[in-house]
């Protein structure tokens, strides 16, 4: 069984500002710092860092061959990740005092997949193999229609959430990761427990792990429902949060490990993550993690 990522990769200019700049203000800020990110990087790096072999499809603009490296780093496979020309993408990330961002993101190169390179990407991979994707790439609903037409297992992160994401046939999907924002989003609904249900009604077969920040997070599945609370920590900077614990939990899955011990895993690596700065950079090994005690 291999585990494909197809997701972006991006330029990272984060910038340490008092508070997040309001409508027609202008601020200093404090700090500068350029990484790379880029949902789709960074969860491939969390679960490299969880353990998991995975192999990164995406493209980069030419000023993005710095991902390369880092995949090699990481131990990352860049074997289907192009180089186009043009800008890759980039996001400018405002974090402020209490470690909460804003970001704003260009596409790039991450809007630049064909249907051709799709296909050539996913001849690769067969029936049980599995794709994680996020919402940061152009083409995502031929992505999960093909995948799934293989017969690989679709993991989806449909984060940023937008309109794009209704293309989507959300049927194919065995599992959701997406936090409370995302979740309203999508269902419409407004507290965990409707936000639950409503996926329970419309995806019941679907395995559903919905985030909740310092709220700590809520697995569902069929009868099975497990909460865990969130670890408590002194926040830096929250970037990539989210993509650690889903790379933490996805590692996990694939490992069949009891949900708790998976839930547990995911919060302390997340929780590891928002003490410090930067994206990817902030992704804990999970020998870290292993010895952190909340
Ligand atoms: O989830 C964090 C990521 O979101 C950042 O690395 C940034 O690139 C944005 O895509």
Redesign the pocket.
């Known amino acids: 069984m291999k585990v494909l990522n197809f997701g ?1 990769l ?3 200019y984060t910038y340490k500002v008092p508070h997040i700049v309001r409508e027609g203000e202008t601020i200093a800020a404090k700090e500068v710092s350029y ?8 969860q491939s790096v969390a679960l490299a860092r969880a353990g998991v072999p995975v192999y990164h499809a995406g493209l980069v603009g030419e000023e993005g061959l710095d991902f390369y490296d880092a995949c090699e780093t990481y131990g990352i496979k860049t074997n289907y990740m192009k180089t186009v020309t043009g800008r890759c ?3 400018i ?1 405002q974090v402020d005092e209490a470690g909460q ?1 804003s ?1 704003v ?1 260009f596409g790039g190169a991450n809007y630049k997949n064909s249907k051709e390179y799709v296909d050539e990407v996913l001849s690769n991979f067969e029936a049980q193999d599995v794709i994680l994707l ?1 919402n ?1 790439i152009n083409e995502l609903p031929y992505i999960i229609d093909q995948a799934f037409a293989k017969g690989m297992s679709i993991i989806l992160n449909p ?2 959430y937008n309109e794009k994401l209704d293309e989507c046939d959300m049927g194919k999907v065995a599992v959701f990761i997406l936090n409370e924002t995302e979740g309203q989003q999508m269902t419409g609904m407004t507290t965990p427990a409707t936000i639950v249900s409503a996926f329970d009604a419309n995806f019941p077969n679907a395995k559903l792990m919905l985030t909740l920040g310092k709220g700590g997070c809520i697995f569902h599945h069929g009868d099975e429902e497990l909460y865990q609370a969130a670890f408590d920590v002194q926040a830096v900077d929250t ?5 650690t614990f889903t790379g933490f939990f996805i590692a996990g899955l694939l490992k069949k490990q009891p949900m708790r011990d998976i839930l547990v895993t995911a919060s302390k690596a997340a929780a590891l993550a928002v003490t410090k700065p930067g ?2 950079a902030s992704i804990p090994f999970m020998s870290e993690v292993e010895l952190f005690e909340g």
Do not use: M, V, Y
């Not at 990484?35 to 960074?42: A, M």
């Not at 970037?239 to 993509?243: K, R, S």
């Open positions: 972006s991006n330029l990272d990484n790379l990110g880029g949902k789709g990087f960074n993408g980039h996001t990330i961002n970001i993101l996020q940061e984060s940023p970037t990539a949060a989210g993509d994206a990817a």
